[in-house]
Structure formats: C-alpha cells, structure tokens
C-alpha cells in the first residue's frame, strides 16, 4: 500500500431513480429498493476487505428502509447525514436547510442509538454563495462537514478553498470541522479525483495515481453512490420520461451509464490496495494534532 495519509471511504447513500425522476421529470417517488441492493453490494465487499467506511444516508432512506441503516451501523460503520430530501443548498432556505438536516440526524440516531456527527451535503452544493450553510451545519450539532469540493466548476465548487482537513468558525462563532473533497489536476484543470463519476469514466490507473499523489500529503476522501455500481436496466417508467426529454438529459443519461459496469471492480481494486477508513478516524486524529 502506496500511501503515507488514511484515506477515508465514503458512500453518499440515495437513490438514483427517485431524484432523477423528481428532479428531472417533476414526478415524485419513494426510494427504489435497488438503493438496499447496491448499497449491501457495497457492504459485502467492504466486509470482505475488512474495511469500516462512512455512509452519508439520506433521511427519506432511512425512512423507508430503517434495517438498511441497522445494517450498516451494525458493521461497524460510520453513519452520517446527506440531508433528507436530497435538496440542494442552493436551492433552499436556511431554516428549510436546517430542518432538513436536523431531521435527518434526528432519524438516524433514533434508528442507529449512536450519535452521528458527520454531514454531507447535496451534490456538494457548499460554496462562495451558500457558506451560510456552515452555519446551518454547526446548528444542528454536526461535530465535522465534507461537502467542499474545491475546485472551479459549472455545477459544484468553491474555488480558492484549501484542499486540507480544517478547523472553521462560522459566521456565527462556532466551530465545524471541514473536509473538503480531493482533487488533482487533469491536463491543467482542477478535477474531483477520488471516485464518483470520475471513476466510472476514467481508466483505472487514474484515481489510483490521484490516491496515491494526494496521500502524500493528505488524506484522501473517496466517494460514491450506490447507483453508480447498478447495472440492472432501469424500469420502463424512467425511459418512458427519458424519450420525451431533451438532448441534454439524454446525453446526461448516456454519460452516467458510460462504462458503468466497471465501476465495482474499480472500488474491489482501490480497496485491495489501499489502507481505508471511515472519515471520523480522520476528524479525530486532526483533532488530537491540534491538542
């Protein structure tokens, strides 16, 4: 294992079928149960590799399936929160914000018994615009945050922000642990380097370089869905909307099924060769540096 840092393995547990459908056809839906599918694939894997991870679960999942997140907590894993709605930052208000979060947490805690001190949020939509949402965070009792990616991007980003674990104080004076997302440089641009899409599309040989160059000096963060390793057609529903969409959501589609089935030999390789962690193990050894 070429690493010098813990990298930390993380799941951003949703359901691909639902939020495509809500967000891109107006048409609202429970969870699919592929989201249990693919996301105990995971846990198998992980469980194979003995390996502890993270698992940030969106509160209308934990809702609808509660003995997934048993599940997960009962390997020993660490949960955290990735909203309940799955609603972007930057398309909601502060209080709606907050509400959303804190009735996630409050979800997961009853159902795990354990305290849950990570957050994750929404196609990472922290940034320049939405930094009130540290705020947010810090008030609904989050010890640490990981949805910083920091880069320049049309969808996501918060370009200039450091690539390191930190310590914040937020507007209002508390203090919220922030871990942003790693990134590497792909023919002079600022890229996420460690899993999601990138991943899927990317050879191989690419995040495992990303790992090993941003270990050196950090730790990494990877990250993934559980639809991402989901290779089952989706339902007649889902095309039926897609034949009626635009382009743009056709290629969109196209580009998220691009190569996808080699995604879950990619991470059964990434967890063969490297040394990973749930992120808490990282927050905590930051905070006793800082001791």
């Known amino acids: 294992m070429n690493q010098n840092f813990l990298s930390a393995f993380t799941v951003d547990v949703e359901c691909g079928i639902s939020i495509t459908m809500r967000d891109a056809y107006g048409i609202e839906m429970k969870p699919t149960e592929r989201v249990i599918v693919n996301t ?45 709605h799955h609603l972007e930052f930057s398309n909601i208000s502060e209080e709606k914000a907050f509400q959303e979060i804190d009735r996630a947490k409050k979800l997961l805690e009853d159902i795990t018994g354990n305290q849950v001190y990570g957050h994750r949020a929404p196609a990472f939509s922290i940034n320049e615009q939405t930094r009130w949402g540290l705020d947010v965070i810090a008030r609904a ?28 104080t937020t507007t209002n004076g508390d203090t919220l642990i922030e871990v942003p997302l790693s990134t590497t440089k792909l023919f002079g641009k600022e890229i996420p380097a460690c899993g999601g899409r990138y991943l899927q599309i990317l050879p191989y040989k690419f995040t495992k370089n990303a790992l090993i160059k941003v270990s050196k000096k ?34 969109m589609t196209y580009i998220k099924w691009f190569n996808r089935g080699s995604y879950f030999k990619k991470i059964d390789k990434l967890t063969s060769e490297f040394r990973f962690g749930p992120m808490i193990d990282i927050v905590n050894k930051f905070q006793a540096t800082k001791r």
């Not at 991007?153 to 200039?160: A, D, E």
């Not at 990250?223 to 034949?243: A, G, N």
């Open 141 to 168: 009792g989050f010890a640490y945050d990981s949805s910083i990616m920091p880069i320049q991007s049309g969808r996501y980003g918060w370009p200039g922000f450091q690539k390191g674990i930190t310590e914040l």
């Open 218 to 251: 950090r730790s990494p963060v990877f990250y993934m869905h559980p639809y991402e390793i989901d290779e089952t057609p989706y339902p007649d529903y889902y095309h039926d909307q897609l034949r009626k969409a635009d382009f743009k959501k056709k290629m």
């Open 40 to 84: 105990s694939k995971i846990l198998e894997l992980l469980e194979n590799k003995e390996t502890k991870a993270t698992f940030f679960v969106l509160g209308i999942v934990a809702e609808h399936y509660p003995k997934l997140v048993k599940e997960i907590a009962e390997g020993g894993h660490e949960i955290g929160v990735h909203g309940y």
